[in-house]
């Protein structure tokens, strides 16, 4: 998959998760998924590290950007990571020192920057918390997650704002989730508010699935459909969409899970134009 998205275009790719064994055993091989991808001095590659120990797990494989994922809400903290915000916060200078030791960039994924399951908003304070450790332990960007997928725009905009504001050097993204429809809306949103990168994943595979609701939209944004947008308004991104689509058909294939994203069901701009009428139309049945 990671020589077909370099194939597409793609040039930040979240390659490999170094989360427990034990926990996730089917992400056990990172290492080695790791030394198998195209190495090129154009591609930026991640690693996600849950703590301390994932990071120095990390230490010999190469990675161009180690992401630990915070949460600012305590709740979420302790089922995911098994820690508090306080803990994990504790911990980021180190994970920053280790990282930085073997050459890679520190990013500090934010989840539930403004919305909680259980709970509902999260506090602006809570959040500059997260920010504001990630900045003293030397991260050289963020990103807002909307990880319930009940964000909205607004949120997304103000809150990409307070980052440039507090911090006008750090390099701030979004990661985006797709459960309420408005991702494409918090897209825009973070883009005018001058977002540095937008996340999501292929054929919207991800997300909070253990939460009430239709499986079809819980996952993360489908990028394709980010894609589409982009392509849409005449924005570049450099990547291929219809490369990018076969990623997706693969995926699909592979998983047997339908993607979720409008643009595989409904089309592409440019289908539909060149689209031609039924030769006998349907009856109107009224």
Known sequence: MVHRLVDAGVREIEAVSFAHPKVLPQLADAAEVKAAVPRRGDVTYRGLVPNLRGAQRAADCGLD???????????V????????????LAELDTIGDVTRGYGARLVVGIACAFFAPTRGPVTVAETDRVVDAAVAAGASGVYLAGTSGMEHPGEFAAGIARVRGRHPVLEVGVHLHDRNGFAMANALASMAA??????????????DLWFPGDPTVLGNAPVEDLLHLCASMDVDTGISLEAYLGVVDRVVALTGRRATSFVTRGGTREQLARASWPVAPPQSTG
């Open 194 to 207: 001058g977002a540095d990168w937008l996340e999501g994943s292929f054929a919207g595979l991800g997300g």
């Open 77 to 88: 903290s302790v089922r995911n990571q098994n820690r508090t915000v306080t803990q994990m």
């Open 65 to 75: 950007e180690v992401v630990v994922v915070v949460s600012a809400d305590n709740e």
